[in-house]
Each structure stands twice: as structure tokens, then as C-alpha cells.
């Protein structure tokens, strides 16, 4: 079955440490997103990108950065610059920007 | 586990129609509920959110939201439908404070003029 994975579901970082949140789907979809959800609040955009090898930084991509080397992956690492990082994190991927989002299962960052 | 599920993938109604949007969660906690919006070519956009206080929530557009507790439901209303209101349309569930969303399969709304 097709689909978006993201691992893993619960990632701690330690102060100063960076790390890195995984995304991979399998749904051939040329545009992929990552969102950061904090406590009571909306989802709010860190970086998307629309092909392999180009991506954009969306509302609040200080403190994190990406990569799209392959279509089918697209890995967010939340770097030490990141002052509150401890956040749900959530993959999305779509085959077109007029095209229904799928979501992973996100991932829930905590810092020790 | 949490989740959600949306009842229609596909919902079509006439401009100045009432719109409904079906979303029920399984819990047995009290969540935090959503409703986000994609429109077309665009990113996800928060319509509104329930977080315990009243029942009856209000979102930008027209948009509300019930959250009937009974019936674990939190459908999505707007009095008279718009051409612009065409959209995806995702329902999501979180506890804790509003950790870890679970979204349901959205629903796609085509408004016929």
C-alpha cells in the first residue's frame, strides 16, 4: 500500500545536538511539506518542495533545514539553532499543488 | 489510538446552499479538534479549532463548528455556500494539549453555481 511514513514517533534531542526526523513516501508525489505543531496552535509550515533537488523555506524554517535528494524522501533535521524545538513535527506530501495532501503519522520531538 | 474519520471524500452542493462537512473522532478523552482548509494551489490554512471552551466554534469565512460531545462529532457548517469555498477540507484530532494530530481522509467540497 502506498503511503507516507515518518519515523521515528517519538525523537528526544539533547541540548546542542542536532537531529534528524525522517520522511519517505511511496505515492510518487512530486511535492512534499513539513509542519510543526505546537500545544493548542495551528500547523505552521518549516520548508516544502515542489522537485527533487529545489525546496523553499516556508513560515518559520529558522533553526531547521532539508534536503530533497530523491523524489520519494524528503528529511527535515532540526539543527542547535532551534531554541524550542520540542514540537509535533507532520510529513505531508502531494502529487500536484492542486492535489489532495496525504499526512504521515508525525513525530513527536522532546528536548532532555 | 486516536482517530478521525470523515464522512464523504467528495461533497458537492449549489452556491448559497448550506454546506456540512462530517467529521467524528473516536475518543475516550476529551480532545482538541481542527478544521483546516486547502485551497487549491495553496498550503493548509486553519479554519478553526476547538480547545474546551465553547461548544460552538466560529472560524474565518463563515465557517463553524459544533462540538457535540455525545456524539463525538465536530461538524463543519457555513450558512450559504461561495464559489471560493471550494477546497479540500481536513478534520484532526489531538490530546494533551494538542499533541500529535491525527487528520482524517478530508473531503472535498465543489460548489455548482
Known amino acids: 500500500d502506498g503511503g507516507i511514513t515518518q519515523s521515528p514517533k517519538y525523537l528526544f534531542r539533547k541540548e546542542g545536538q542536532n537531529v534528524t526526523l525522517s520522511c519517505e513516501q511511496n505515492?510518487?508525489?512530486?511535492?512534499m511539506y513539513w509542519y510543526r505543531q505546537d500545544p493548542g496552535q495551528g500547523l505552521r509550515l518549516i520548508y516544502y518542495?515542489?522537485?527533487?533537488?529545489?525546496?523553499q523555506k516556508g513560515d518559520i524554517a529558522e533553526g531547521y533545514s532539508v534536503s530533497r535528494e530523491k523524489k520519494e524522501s524528503f528529511p527535515l533535521t532540526v539543527t542547535s539553532a532551534q531554541k524550542n524545538p520540542t514540537a509535533f513535527y507532520l510529513c505531508?506530501?502531494?502529487?500536484?499543488?492542486?492535489?489532495?495532501?496525504?499526512f504521515g503519522s508525525g513525530t513527536q520531538l522532546s528536548v532532555l | 489510538a486516536q482517530s478521525v474519520t470523515q464522512l464523504g471524500s467528495h461533497v458537492s452542493v449549489s452556491e448559497g446552499a448550506l454546506v456540512l462537512l462530517r467529521c467524528n473522532y473516536s475518543?475516550?478523552?476529551?480532545?482538541?479538534l481542527f478544521w483546516y482548509v486547502q485551497y487549491p494551489n495553496q498550503g493548509l490554512q486553519l479554519l478553526l479549532k476547538?480547545?474546551?471552551?465553547?461548544?460552538l466554534v466560529k472560524g474565518i469565512n463563515g465557517f463553524e463548528a459544533e462540538f457535540k460531545k455525545s456524539e463525538t462529532s465536530f461538524h463543519l457548517t457555513k450558512p450559504s455556500a461561495h464559489m471560493s469555498d471550494a477546497a479540500e477540507y481536513f478534520c484532526?484530532?489531538?490530546?494533551?494539549?494538542?499533541?500529535?494530530?491525527?487528520f482524517g481522509g478530508g473531503t472535498r467540497l465543489m460548489v455548482k453555481p
Open positions: 518542495s515542489q522537485i527533487v533537488n529545489d525546496f
Open positions: 484532526a484530532v489531538s490530546y494533551n494539549a494538542g499533541n500529535m494530530l491525527t
Open positions: 505515492l510518487n508525489h512530486d511535492a
Open positions: 476547538y480547545t474546551s471552551a465553547a461548544t
Open positions: 475518543s475516550s478523552v476529551p480532545p482538541y
Open positions: 505531508a506530501s502531494r502529487r500536484g499543488m492542486r492535489e489532495k495532501l496525504f
